[in-house]
């Protein structure tokens, strides 16, 4: 039943970013199911209920009130219920210090917030569409930060 | 002169002297010896000599008696008999002489009593050929043999006062060969003693040179003494210490001017001592440093000591002091004591310190404006172009001409903001000296640059023509940022009609061969020209262009924040490098880097 949709879950606290992120999946017609948390704490949380569905894929957003997007990103990959569930930083910088700490901590891949709807949505199809598999096996930090 | 020279020196003069007095001593007894030796003889021979002339006077008495004695036969006239009797007193006279002359226990006193027997033997004699004389009985026979014993008396004294003579002669001969043989033995003597004094005195004179010799030399060295101090007291006051000396053994201390003058004290303004010293140290150091003597006992350095002092007018001083135990020749410790004034150094120190804090500060600052201008400006400008976005994705119909136009205005200015931010970022980057030097193909960052702006360079049609760059210790981020702005600012300054032909040039260089390096610290360099063949600009705005924010143009023409030359400029000072503008208007400009080889 769960395998028709992918299951995506976004930590991020702006309302905004949060619009233009359901608007680009409602526009790409994927099957897809966007469970929206703000802020760190409301994400830890739910993913460590005893019955909570693990995502697909965790868009992350590093600035966050109450707890930021690193110390959830520890948390996760400290748990092993949980260390297993692809997270994608979902940032409006990328510098190189945040860059370089995500990826040290295990995230999967790093994604700079674009300035354009339609770059918006060509990123989401393009992470969603890609096997997690060979792209963290052969995961290096220039393929960290993603490029289209 | 070192110190075991002037021992040995010291040493052979005392044996010069010890040896010269023994000797003095010597000859002074010999001489003593000679002298008695001669005295006895001398006392001798007058002996002999007075015993003779007795006996010869004695003789010549006895004889003008027996004249006299036949005077008074011959006249009966007894003014002879008085005169001859009167003989007899000088007789006795010279015979008591004789006595004390002789003395009682030799022989000759025996031969003297023998003849005092004779002389008496005479006188009786006499008195009795004068019984016989006044009786007229001269021819009898007992006169005559009275008269011949009476020459006979006189044969024997003569011959006793012979025997006695001899005797006298026969003593002092012997006593005179006794003496020739010493006199042989001290004749050699007086030349022995003379040749002895000469080398006394030469010995005398050699240590008399030593002694003047060395004296110069002291003296000399009292001089530099008295010149190295007084120089000493100099450098203290200008080099602000003073010394200190603790005579262990003794517990006694002693302070150069300047230590009390360091305290605000006159030189010598009270007793050296630690307990006076230690008045005037500020109370929460007294232990520190009294700890610090203590460990001076037993150790032979003691490490520097920083502590403070309170003068009498208040005022608070820092001093460091240091000492070292040294053992003089006569075997005593003594610790020598360094201390100086601080104060100065201090006290700029802490203001460094405050300095380097605000510093710190603000840095910081700069670094929490860096994280807002990269996340917190960048997050509305995101949006805003988003929000653009859909706009025209959803909404372009709806709006009007004038609207479309307003609307392309708005996003054109949410780019520039956009270009000023990340250009302003990047600056921010190009501030921070203290990035790590790593030795790096400059080939490889120039086409990583290239990279960057594949999309410009294939949309201007550029030809970029390279030279073979060298391997360069540099910030390998921010050479990269350099070739990368360089480049793109020729890209964006080239000419509409023309498309750019930019060519990187390298040489190595000896700062003296190039004109813009005559105030260069480094002997060689790497230079690296930049040339296009764009716009170029005013030779008089070739210094301009580095500043912040300069722009030669307006806007809407180019697109430039006026950041990117400035962050050139920054990147290579922070190499401690040069950069240069050459330019000449619509012909072209070249950007020249000089980047030191071993910085």
Redesign the interface.
Known sequence: MYNDYINIILADD?D??IL?FT?AFENLKIKTKVKVFKDGIELMDYLTTEDALMPDILFLDL?MPKKSGLECLIEIKDNPKMSEIVVAIYS??A?EEDIEKTFVLGANIYIK??????K?KKVLSKVVSINWQYHTNNLNKNSFLLRL | MRFENYLKSEVSLKAILILSVFIILLIGGFTYKYITNLTYSQKLVNQTYNVNLQLKQLVSQLRRAENLHKNYILTKDAYYVNTYLDTKKSVNTTVQELNNLIGATNQQSQNLKTLDQLINDLYLHFSKINTFTENDSVDTKIYNSLYYEERLIMNDIINQTDIMYNKENEHLITTYQKEEEYTNYIEFTPLFYFLTLLVILMFIVMAYIKISNDLKLIKAKNELLLISKESSNQSEIIGKYGNWIWHVEANTFQYSDNLYRMLGEEPNAFEASPHNFLKFVHPEDVQKLTDGLNKMMDSKELPFINYRIIEKNGSIKYLKAYAKSIYGLDGQKRVLGTTTDITEETKNLLVLEERNLELERNNKELTAFN?AA??DL??P???I???V??LQ?KEMLNISATGIQYFEGIKSAVVRM?LLIDDLIHFSKANKPHEVYVRKDLNTLFENAKKDLAEIIEEKKAEIITDKLPEARIIAFQIQQLFSNLLSNSLKYSKKDTSPIIKINYSKVISAAESHLSKAVEGSYHKITVTDNGIGFEQKYSNKIFELFTRLHNKQDYSGTGIGLSICKKIVENHKGYIFSKGESNIGAVFTIYIPIHP
Do not use: G, V, W
């Open positions: 702006d905004d970013d233009f608007d600035n409006t910088s510098s917030k674009p300035a354009d709807f339609i918006l | 994280y990269s996340h960048q997050e400008l995101r949006k172009q988003t929000f976005s859909r994705e956009r």
